[in-house]
């Protein structure tokens, strides 16, 4: 692995492998991890990008997934 590969290549290179016929929004994925680790816990960054690909792969748009993280961790707020 090259220690010059950035995450947008990366992104593709993975997507590619996969043999995945679309490509994510890496801003979007690399937000949706920011609020999850700042909002619930770091562990919860991977978590819940793990869900919004099993969301995605059940036809759940990335914004929807971003909505209801960012709802639920509105309604924890004192």
């Known amino acids: 692995?090259?220690?010059s590969r950035d995450v947008e290549s990366w992104s593709r290179e993975?997507?590619?492998e996969l043999g995945l016929d679309t490509?994510?929004?890496v801003a979007a994925v690399l937000d949706l991890a920011r609020i999850a680790a700042h909002?619930?816990?770091r562990p919860a960054?991977?978590?819940t990008t793990y869900l919004a690909?099993?969301?995605a792969?059940?036809?759940i748009p990335l914004d929807v997934v971003v909505a209801a993280v960012e709802l639920r961790l509105?309604?924890?707020a004192p």
Do not use: C, H, T
């Open 14 to 16: 993975l997507v590619a």
């Open 57 to 59: 792969a059940r036809g």
């Open 23 to 25: 490509a994510p929004d």
């Open 39 to 41: 909002g619930v816990a």
């Open 74 to 76: 509105g309604e924890d």
């Open 1 to 3: 692995m090259s220690a």
């Open 45 to 47: 960054a991977p978590l």
């Open 53 to 55: 690909g099993y969301a």
